[in-house]
């Protein structure tokens, strides 16, 4: 029998937390990811956080996606999480799209190489904002 640390026991705690979120997140998402690719680029560039449409895709859906719907799921994977932890304000919107920028770099290793073409992104997106002290500091 193994004994579990307290701090593995509230790290479990807070992946199920994380994944529930963006589970929510997912379910509100388009369920369709070519569904919004048919904005201009201009209209992307001024609405940088709109548009995403990688909420229920895997690492290969992530891999062939465009920059642009890349930084804007990430942007919502980055709000949900964020509005998550405990003592947390508000992120401007500058702050926002950095931690946006972080998670895709980050999205983008992790599929690199089709290592994680059948894993979710909402599931890769958690995993990493666990790990990444980056992504959690205000």
């Known amino acids: 029998m193994k004994l579990h640390t307290p701090s593995a026991v509230a790290g479990a705690f807070a992946l199920v ?3 529930t979120s963006l589970t929510l997140l997912v379910s509100c998402g388009e369920s369709d990811p070519g569904e919004r690719g048919d904005r201009s680029s201009a209209q992307q560039s001024i609405n940088w956080y709109s548009g995403g449409s990688l909420h229920q895709a895997d ?4 891999r062939q996606a465009t920059e642009p719907n890349r930084l804007a799921t990430a942007a919502d994977f980055v709000a949900i999480l964020h509005s998550n932890d405990n003592g947390q304000g508000a992120l401007t919107r ?3 799209k950095q931690k ?4 895709v770099s980050e999205l983008n290793a992790a599929t690199e190489g089709g290592v994680a073409d059948s894993q979710a992104v909402s599931e890769l997106a958690a995993m990493i904002w666990l790990m990444s002290e980056e992504l959690r500091s205000r």
């Open 94 to 96: 500058d702050r926002l």
């Open 100 to 103: 946006a920028q972080v998670l």
């Open 17 to 19: 937390g994380l994944m």
């Open 59 to 62: 690492g290969g859906d992530w």
